[in-house]
Each structure stands twice: as structure tokens, then as C-alpha cells.
């Protein structure tokens, strides 16, 4: 299963857009690459997936370079209700559906 | 959202108790999770049953005994716990399989708050 490593913690200002990368050096041909959001004493929130170049949906962006080794979860215009632990996972591909999740990236939106 | 839900939500037990957390899902999946997430931890993979049968159990400690009777149900039986078991406990569903492949996107429920006393 591929690890993933993505930044502790993020700050922002409320209307900003906001970039969270995730490197994937050891991502499987057919691994798919995906994020969730999770808020306190919550269960994680699908927010979007995708497998090579970029992907959007009516919450975010997802950027994937060619050598699918990293990935970027764009999100736009940030509010406060965005404050939350993102986690990015690699998996889904294969004979098996265990997906591991990391300590993910604390993103804090401050007005 | 309500297409994974859990009960209870929260759960205070003693040591010595014997207790069920219920997981259902109405999303028509045919695979169910239960994970734990301890205080300012990632979430642990605990079980993993695909079509009714367990198919991964990530040594998981013999307190913790995990029923699935159909797919859209999935208990997870507690007993004799431990303080440290004290954690937000989650399942979650999946769609596995299909002739194009599958995303395996993970819908999870809202947890059940466990505190072992």
C-alpha cells in the first residue's frame, strides 16, 4: 500500500484558495487517489477522487501531475466551516480495498 | 447524511460489560468497515468484510468480535474492554468490484462515541 505524506497544518484567511499537496512517490498503477475531510468527533467526508490530470466537482479541484507521485487538493475560497483534518489516501486499485489514512493535514481558516 | 448510520452514538461501559455497536448502511454497498480513532490519531482499519465475509482483521485484539449477517449490516461486539479502547469508533461502506474497475470511495457513518470506564 502506497504512503502518503502531506503537511501537518495549513492556515488561511476566509475567502482564500487553499492548496493542500500529498506525496505519493509509491502509488500503484491502477491506485486512485482520493480525499476526505474529516471534523472533530466526525466520520471522514468523501470530498473528491480521481486517478491522472485534474478533476473538479462542486467543492474542490484535484490536481494530478503526469507521474501521479504527488497530487493537490485545491480548494476555493475558503470559510471558516472549512477548518477541518484533510486526509489525501492512495488505494482502491487491485485486490484489495484496505486504505490506510495518515495523520492528515489540519487546515485552521481564521477570519 | 444519512446513508451510513451507527448506534449508539455514545457508549460509557465498565470493564466487565458486554455491549454491540450497530452499523447500517442504505447505500446498496457490499462491503463494511469498522475503524478506530483514538485521541488525536489517524483512523486504524480494524475489519474489512466484502460481501458478507470477513476478509481482513488488522490484529485486532479477541475483545473485539465483529458480526456481519448481510451487507448492509455490520455489529462490532465488545467485551471485556479496556480503558484504552476508549476511542470514536467508525464504520463505513463501499462499493467493490464492477466491470470498470472499482474507486472504493469509503462512506462513513458517524461514529459511536466509546468511553470504558
Known amino acids: 500500500l502506497a504512503k502518503t505524506t502531506q503537511p501537518i497544518s495549513m492556515d488561511s484567511y476566509e475567502g482564500q484558495e487553499v492548496n493542500i499537496t500529498c506525496s505519493h512517490n509509491n502509488i500503484a498503477t491502477n491506485d486512485y487517489i482520493t480525499w476526505y475531510q474529516q471534523f472533530p468527533s466526525q466520520g471522514p467526508r468523501f470530498i473528491i477522487q480521481g486517478y491522472k490530470t485534474k478533476v473538479t466537482n462542486e467543492v474542490a479541484s484535484l490536481f494530478i501531475p503526469a507521474d501521479r507521485k504527488s497530487s493537490t487538493l485545491s480548494l476555493p475560497r475558503v470559510s471558516l466551516s472549512d477548518t477541518a483534518v484533510y486526509y489525501c489516501l492512495v488505494g482502491g486499485g487491485g485486490a484489495t480495498n484496505k486504505l490506510i489514512f495518515g495523520t492528515g493535514t489540519l487546515l485552521a481558516v481564521q477570519p | 447524511e444519512t446513508g451510513v448510520t451507527q448506534t449508539p452514538r455514545h457508549l460509557v461501559m465498565g470493564m466487565t460489560n458486554k455491549k454491540s455497536l450497530k452499523c447500517e448502511q442504505h447505500?446498496?454497498?457490499?462491503?463494511m468497515y469498522w475503524y478506530k480513532q483514538s485521541a488525536k490519531k489517524p483512523l486504524e482499519l480494524m475489519f474489512v468484510?466484502?460481501?458478507?465475509?470477513?476478509?481482513e482483521n488488522n490484529s485486532v485484539p479477541s475483545r473485539f468480535s465483529p458480526e456481519c449477517p448481510n451487507s448492509s449490516h455490520l455489529f462490532l461486539h465488545l467485551h471485556t474492554l479496556q480503558p484504552e479502547d476508549s476511542a470514536l469508533y467508525l464504520c463505513?461502506?463501499?462499493?467493490?468490484?464492477?466491470?470498470?474497475?472499482?474507486?472504493?470511495?469509503?462512506?462513513f457513518g458517524p461514529g459511536t462515541r466509546l468511553t470504558v470506564l
Open positions: 468484510y466484502n460481501f458478507k465475509e470477513q476478509t
Open positions: 447505500l446498496g454497498h457490499n462491503a
Open positions: 463505513a461502506s463501499s462499493q467493490v468490484g464492477g466491470t470498470s474497475g472499482h474507486t472504493d470511495t469509503q462512506y
